[in-house]
Antibody
Framework: QVQLVQSGAAVKEPGASVMVSCQAS????????IHWVRQAPGQTPEWMAWINGGNGDTRYSPKLQGRVTLTRDTSASTAFMDLTSLRSEDTAVYYC????????????WGQGTPVTVSS | DIVMTQTPLSSPVTLGQPASISCRSSQSLVHSDGNTYLSWLQQRPGQPPRLLIYKISNRFSGVPDRFSGSGAGTDFTLRISRVEAEDVGVYYCTQATHFPRTFGGGTRVEIK
């Protein structure tokens, strides 16, 4: 069965960086994209970015452009999200989600990684 | 960005009764490829979102048939024919037609 397993919770100081990983299993990693979505406490989800599991192409939300970088390791079926210059507004649960055919949308989600930014 | 407006904010429902959630987009969600990339997610308390419906009306694998989606253009609806206790949670519409992908504000379904 399709599974996305994310790295554990992180607590960071303002200005620091955080990297979250997302290990996929149960499907061919190269055939799907991995998207990253975050959800601040009590808020609606916010789309951040996506990476093509096959060719590594990426696209980022204009709001986060310059602070977020996605990479992947196809040999480990793992995607990574790096967010820099953290501020308190980045406190959220970060999710990875698979996107591909036939749905064209987020069909499987990771369990979520809480990131707290606090001094 | 496309604004997705959901109503109501909250929907108290009696077990076994129907529930309906509306989602309106600020622009048509018909893609140039002919598809309409409007989907519905369910988020139970403390859980990640779960895909229910994609491309307006297609139920995802394992989703009970009491969930159905309809609509076109800018107006969409999610219906639950008979609400069960496990349906409690927040429901979001989301669009993937336009960049960037956006989500509605959410509708909380609770039992009366």
């Amino acid at each position: 069965q399709v599974q996305l397993v994310q790295s554990g919770a992180a607590v960071k100081e303002p200005g620091a960086s955080v990297m979250v990983s997302c290990q996929a299993s149960g499907y061919t990693f190269r055939n799907y994209a991995i998207h990253w979505v975050r959800q601040a406490p009590g808020q609606t989800p916010e789309w951040m970015a996506w990476i093509n599991g096959g060719n590594g192409d990426t696209r980022y939300s204009p709001k986060l452009q310059g602070r977020v970088t996605l990479t992947r390791d196809t040999s480990a079926s793992t995607a990574f999200m790096d967010l820099t210059s953290l501020r308190s507004e980045d406190t959220a649960v970060y999710y990875c989600a698979r996107v591909g055919e036939p749905t064209g949308t987020f069909d499987y989600w990771g369990q979520g990684t809480p990131v707290t930014v606090s001094s | 960005d496309i604004v997705m407006t959901q109503t109501p904010l909250s929907s108290p429902v009696t077990l076994g009764q129907p529930a309906s959630i509306s989602c309106r987009s600020s622009q048509s969600l018909v893609h140039s490829d002919g598809n309409t990339y409007l989907s519905w997610l369910q988020q139970r308390p403390g859980q990640p979102p779960r895909l229910l419906i994609y491309k307006i009306s297609n139920r995802f694998s394992g989703v009970p048939d009491r969930f159905s989606g309809s609509g076109a253009g800018t107006d969409f609806t999610l219906r639950i024919s008979r609400v069960e206790a496990e349906d409690v949670g927040v429901y979001y519409c989301t669009q993937a037609t336009h960049f960037p992908r956006t989500f509605g504000g959410g509708t909380r379904v609770e039992i009366k």
